[in-house]
DNA sequence: AAATAAAGATACTACTTAGTATGTTTTTTT
DNA sequence: AAAAAAACATACTAAGTAGTATCTTTATTT
């Protein structure tokens, strides 16, 4: 096989099982060897690519996870139309269509930013940066609704974002505690109570 | 010294210690040594104490973290008084009140949930019980201020008491990311306004 | 085709881990 | 005071950890 190719191709399958394993028995607990016998390749081909776990942890991060949260809740917000009704499909329509095995384990980003937030530097500003962009993304929908008079014009767009994400990764984690919906659905119904409240 | 107030003072030792570790540092990177090191006992004490280390997790748990959540945020909801000024003061001053040190390492329940919330059956049932704790005092606060027409009756009491939990929580993992207060700013605003729509 | 470099494998080091076995010291019971 | 039991210490085991040194295999360049 081409050589670049055959360099990506294993790198990437480095990342997906890395992230896999990291999304369900965490970062510190998964060790290089997990990893690597998970792809069929040895620890040699691991350090041949990778200089170190935190080097593959900051790529499982901006790589893996920044798309998961880009795509499932950053892209959508761009869509046309009414910027609440975006909002209401968004946090609640993606939260009821998650898997069995999605509500168990939580959300990968808020699970990486309780583990290591508080550890390493390059980590938190791995984490922070995709905060950052979903909250950008959040303000600029907010700013549109308020434009087009869909949404009240005396909120603060950067404090109603901060609290729709903090809400949304606070029950992701909450939910892992039970075995049934009931606490989703309680979230679902306070969310709803809160985005009518911000209609115009 | 009286052998049972002796082994009470060294098994509070341990707690304390290992909790201070957990918080820091992650249950799973905190070892037994690290803790006995800290006490400046040895490891034939703790297992002389403690049969394993998920025993201690538990005891940690339902004594340290149960402890502080319900110091801080469930007792301080009994008191008298208007209950929306209650929410605001407890969702709010607490808030504000906390040490960069505790901003910076976030929420003790919050990371353990995130860190091995799905990772034992054991550790699910004790951290889920202090949610709902906490859970239960709000709606009971909540329907309070209902009867006492202060907050509007057409709203779910239990829906509110999970929003609230899960966007407090969610910030606080969120927070460690950042170094200043601005994301919590923006929180507080975010909470006030939805404190302020649930007047009656 | 030969030389070179990248990709990957094997075997290691030095260290950390939870837990155990067995010892000594301190307190309690008789 | 002697015997028993609890509290604690020391030294270990067996398994896991990140990372390195050195090898073979595969692809690329000349």
Redesign the pocket.
């Known amino acids: ?7 990506e ?2 790198k990437q399958l480095i990342i997906d099982k890395a992230f896999t394993l990291f999304y369900e028995n965490g970062f510190k ?6 990893i ?1 016998k998970e792809t ?6 691991f ?3 990778y ?4 080097a593959l942890g900051l790529e499982v991060i901006s790589l893996k996870v920044q798309k998961r949260v880009l795509d499932g809740m950053v892209y959508p917000l761009e869509e046309t139309g009414d910027a609440l009704d975006i909002l209401e499909h968004i946090f609640i329509t993606r939260l009821k269509s998650f898997k069995i095995y999605e509500k168990e384990h939580g959300c990968p980003m808020n699970n990486l930013i309780n583990e290591i937030g508080d550890h390493e530097l390059a980590y938190q500003l791995a984490l922070k940066q995709i905060i950052e962009t979903w909250k950008s993304a959040l303000i600029k929908l907010i700013e549109r609704g308020k434009r087009e008079h869909t949404i009240k014009p005396n909120v603060s767009s950067a404090a109603v974002a901060v609290y729709l994400i903090s809400a949304f990764e606070g029950i992701r984690g909450i939910r892992k505690l039970y075995k049934d919906d009931t606490i989703l659905e309680e979230y679902v119904s306070g969310l709803s109570l809160y985005l009518k409240q911000l209609q115009a």
């Open positions: 096989m081409q050589q670049d190719l055959k360099s191709l294993t607990t998964t060790s290089i060897d997990k690597m069929t390749l040895s620890k040699g081909a350090y041949h690519h200089k170190s776990k935190k």
